[in-house]
C-alpha cells in the first residue's frame, strides 16, 4: 500500500521560507513521478511542481517559479520542496502525489495522495 506522509508546514511571514518534506513507502520509490500541490481556502487543488523519476526533469506552476525548488532523494524515499519569498497567495494545505504509473510529463495524473500539511502565509 502507497503511503505518503508530508511534513514542514506552519506559519511564516510573507518574505520567509518554509521547507516541506514528503516520506514514501509502499513500493519502489526511485521509478515514479513525484508532485505537490496545494489547496487555499475556498478554492480548488492546484499543481504546484513535480519531478520526473531520476530528478532530471521538473516543472513548476507559473505562480512559484522561480521562487520554489522541488527535489527528491531516492536513497531516502522523500521529495522535497523549498519555498522561499512566501506571499500571502501562497496559503494553503500542500498535498505530495504520486501516480500509480511509471513515466513522466508535466501535470500528469496522480493516484497516491498525502492527508497533506498546512502552510500559513502571515503579513
Known amino acids: 500500500q502507497v503511503q505518503l506522509v508530508e511534513f514542514g508546514g506552519g506559519l511564516v511571514q510573507a518574505g520567509g521560507s518554509l521547507r516541506l518534506s514528503c516520506s514514501a513507502s509502499?513500493?519502489?520509490?526511485?521509478?515514479?513521478?513525484m508532485g505537490w500541490f496545494r489547496q487555499a481556502p475556498g478554492k480548488e487543488r492546484e499543481f504546484v511542481a513535480d519531478i520526473s523519476w531520476d530528478g532530471s526533469i521538473t516543472s513548476y506552476a507559473d505562480s512559484v517559479k522561480g521562487r520554489f525548488t522541488i527535489s527528491r532523494d531516492n536513497a531516502k524515499n522523500t521529495v522535497d520542496l523549498q519555498m522561499n519569498s512566501l506571499k500571502l497567495e501562497d496559503t494553503g494545505v500542500y498535498y505530495c502525489?504520486?501516480?500509480?504509473?511509471?513515466?513522466?510529463?508535466?501535470?500528469?495524473?496522480?493516484?497516491?495522495w498525502g492527508k497533506g500539511t498546512l502552510v500559513t502565509v502571515s503579513s
Open positions: 509502499g513500493r519502489i520509490f526511485s521509478i515514479y513521478t
Open positions: 502525489a504520486s501516480p500509480a504509473s511509471g513515466g513522466y510529463y508535466t501535470r500528469m495524473a496522480m493516484d497516491y
